[in-house]
């Protein structure tokens, strides 16, 4: 059985882990380290209407899903920012049960659409059409490199 928590900044140390983990894992192939994933696990946790949740399954934390509400002119929309569940506890339907649960979590708070950035893989891809989710065609994410990184991967400090 599961169980949630209400994510706070004292969760941060703990989640650091399974983020790296996660993330440095296919089909990500990330390159986070336990410093740079708590600086950002800071960054979303500390912006207004931030709403986050901890999962454990038997006392052991196996997933999180984080982001924030967004006023629009006619809707309330949650914009998640991250959601995994831990490598080894993939494949059983948590992350299914956790998406389903934060669902109903956002409704009763007013939410009226849960917008989300993916990775374009066939997993991802299929995850979240199975929660109900639908490609956003009229949307697309664009970036311009206005600097070059390090050999570190680093940018320097601002």
């Not at 049960?97 to 109903?104: G, L, T, V, W």
Request: hydrophobic share 35%; glycine share 10%.
């Amino acid at each position: 059985m599961l169980t949630y928590k209400t994510m706070e900044l004292s969760d941060v140390p703990q989640l650091v882990g399974m983020y790296v983990e996660t993330f440095n894992a296919p089909p990500w192939n990330d390159g986070w380290t336990e410093e740079t994933a708590g600086r950002r696990l800071h960054q979303m946790i500390n912006v207004e209407d931030f709403f986050g949740l901890c999962t454990y399954q038997d006392g052991i934390l196996c997933g999180m899903i984080l982001g924030c509400m967004e006023q629009y002119y006619d809707r309330m929309i949650f914009s998640v920012r991250e959601f995994c569940v831990s490598n080894q506890m993939r494949g059983q339907g948590l992350g299914t049960e956790i998406f389903r649960y934060f669902e109903r979590k956002l409704k009763e708070a007013g939410v009226d659409e849960i917008l989300l950035y993916t990775l374009r893989s066939a997993s991802t891809i299929e995850f979240y059409c199975k929660q109900g989710m639908e490609e956003a065609g009229e949307l697309v994410l664009m970036r311009k490199r206005i600097r070059e990184l390090g050999k570190d991967g680093h940018h320097g400090n601002m």
